[in-house]
C-alpha cells in the first residue's frame, strides 16, 4: 500500500521548492507566504537577511529568495559574497519601498534578478515569484560562470600558463619546452592545478576554463539609466530576458570579485 508520503515508484517525492523571504513588515510576509501558497511553494522568514541566507544554504530546493532593502546596509558587496559562499543558487528579488528611488541603484546591481515593490497585492508578487523561477537556469548559469572564474583566478601564474597551454591541446613535452622547465615539472604542476580546480581530467578542466573565461562577457561593467515615465533601474549587465515585474522591470546585475 502506497502511503500519502510516498510515489507510485515507492520513493518518497522531492520536497516542494521554498520561498524565502526576509522582512520586519508582518503584512507583507503575509501576502508573500499566500503567494508562495498559491504557487505550491513552501514558505520560510527571518527578519534577518543574514539569517534567512543561512537557512536557505541548508535547503536544496530554493525557488526565490526576497530580499528587504535596507539605507542602513552600506556594503551590499558583503550580502552578495554571502549568497556566493553559502551556494544559495536562486534567484534573488530585492524588495524596495515606493521611496527608495536610485539610492538602491546599488543594491540592485549587487544581488537581484528582479526587482519588486512592498505594495505590491497578492497576485503581483505571484507574478513577481514567477518571474523569479523564470530565471532559475539562468542564474545557476551565472553562477556556475562566477565560480570558474574564480577557480581559475586562484591558480599561480605559472599554472595558469599550464593549463592554458592544456587546454589548447600541447602536450605535456611541448609545454615543458615553451616553458622551459623539465616534463616531470609539467606533470606535478598539472596534477596541483588539477586539485585547485577540482577537476579529474582534461576534459573538466577545460570545462572551468571555457566558463571562467566568460566572466568578462557575462559580467562588464554596470550602467545604470533612469528613462522617463517611471523608475526602472538597467544594467548592461549579463544579458538576458528583461523581467516583467510591475510596477518595476529589471535585468539582471552584474556579480563582481
Known amino acids: 500500500m502506497i502511503t500519502p508520503s510516498e510515489n507510485l515508484t515507492g520513493l518518497a517525492p522531492a520536497p516542494k521548492p521554498a520561498v524565502y523571504a526576509a522582512s520586519k513588515d508582518s503584512a507583507w510576509l503575509a501576502k508573500v507566504g499566500q503567494a508562495a501558497q498559491s504557487e505550491n511553494c513552501r514558505f520560510q ?13 541548508a535547503d536544496s530546493h530554493v525557488a526565490c529568495v526576497l530580499l528587504d532593502y535596507d539605507p542602513r546596509v552600506q556594503q551590499w558587496t558583503s550580502i552578495e559574497q554571502l549568497l556566493f559562499e553559502k551556494d544559495v543558487i536562486a534567484p534573488v528579488v530585492l524588495v524596495l519601498d515606493e521611496n527608495s528611488g536610485m539610492s538602491a541603484s546599488e543594491a540592485v546591481a549587487r544581488i537581484a534578478h528582479v526587482v519588486a515593490i512592498n505594495t505590491m497585492e497578492v497576485h503581483e508578487i505571484i507574478e513577481t515569484i514567477q518571474d523569479a523561477l523564470a530565471l532559475s537556469t539562468l542564474v545557476s548559469h551565472q553562477f556556475d560562470v562566477l565560480r570558474c572564474h574564480r577557480l581559475y583566478q586562484s591558480l599561480p601564474e605559472r599554472q595558469r600558463k599550464i593549463v592554458d597551454f592544456v587546454v589548447e591541446g600541447s602536450p605535456n613535452k611541448q609545454i615543458a619546452t615553451k616553458l622551459k622547465v623539465s616534463v616531470k615539472t ?10 585547485q580546480l577540482n577537476v579529474r581530467s582534461t576534459a ?12 568578462d562577457v557575462v559580467f562588464p561593467a554596470a550602467r545604470y539609466s533612469k528613462p522617463t515615465g517611471g523608475l526602472r533601474m538597467d544594467t548592461s549587465g549579463i544579458q538576458i530576458a528583461p523581467t516583467s515585474v510591475k510596477p518595476v522591470g529589471f535585468l539582471a546585475p552584474q556579480i563582481q570579485n
Open 45 to 57: 522568514t527571518s527578519t534577518s537577511i543574514t539569517s534567512l541566507i543561512n537557512q536557505a544554504a
Open 186 to 195: 609539467i606533470e606535478r604542476e598539472r596534477q596541483k592545478a588539477y586539485r
Open 204 to 215: 573538466e578542466m577545460t570545462r572551468v576554463v571555457i566558463l571562467g573565461s566568460l566572466h
